[in-house]
């Protein structure tokens, strides 16, 4: 089994900046990818980011494409999410995942942290 706990969140102004952390532990794999959804109240989980943990690929959402950077430190097992410009918009639970194949949808991710939630006042 795979355990991801996500740190970071906080509250911010609308133009502020966050770096969010998921470390993760237990019987991980090379070949996972990693990604960050995030849920709002009344709101579907949406998908945020991704990437593989080992291989130069990435993945955005249109909503995060130019704002919010996902990167990882292998040597000790940590994803982050840099996310820059944020608005109200982006107010929700940020969540990280682990999935053995890459999919925009959260169903397909077996593997879930805690989350830490980001508030972004205007």
């Known amino acids: 089994q795979v355990q991801l706990a996500e740190s970071g969140g906080g509250l911010v102004q609308a133009g502020g900046s966050l770096r969010l952390s998921c470390v993760a532990s237990?019987?991980?794999?090379?070949?996972?990818?990693m990604a960050w959804f995030r849920q709002a109240p009344g709101k579907e989980r949406e998908f945020v980011a991704a990437t593989r943990w080992l291989v130069r690929s990435t993945w955005y959402a249109d909503s995060a494409e130019g704002r919010f950077t996902i990167s990882k430190d292998n040597s000790q097992n940590t994803m982050y999410l840099q996310m820059n410009s944020l608005k109200p918009d982006d107010t929700a639970v940020y969540y990280c995942a682990g999935s053995r194949i890459f999919s925009r949808s959260s169903t397909d991710y077996g593997y879930w942290g805690q989350g830490t939630q980001v508030t972004v006042s205007s």
């Open positions: 237990g019987r991980t794999s090379s070949s996972y990818v």
